[in-house]
C-alpha cells in the first residue's frame, strides 16, 4: 500500500470502518479510494473483505467508465 505510519494507517482504517457503515451516501468516496488503492501482499485480504461488501451494496463503479 502506501508507505505510512502506523497512526495513519488506524486512521484510514477508521475512516473505511465509516464509510462501510454508510457506503450508499459515500459512495464516491468509496469509489475513489479504491481506485488508488495498490494491493500487497499485506493488505489483499482487508480490500478483498471492503470490495465484496461495497459490491453486494452496488455503490461500486467500473474502474474503465
Known sequence: MWNISKEAKDKFVKSHLIRYANPKELA????????????????????????NHFYKEGILENAND
Open 28 to 51: 464516491a468516496i468509496i469509489n475513489r479510494v479504491l481506485s488508488k488503492i495498490k494491493i500487497t501482499e499485506e493488505n489483499e485480504m482487508m480490500v478483498h473483505v471492503y470490495v
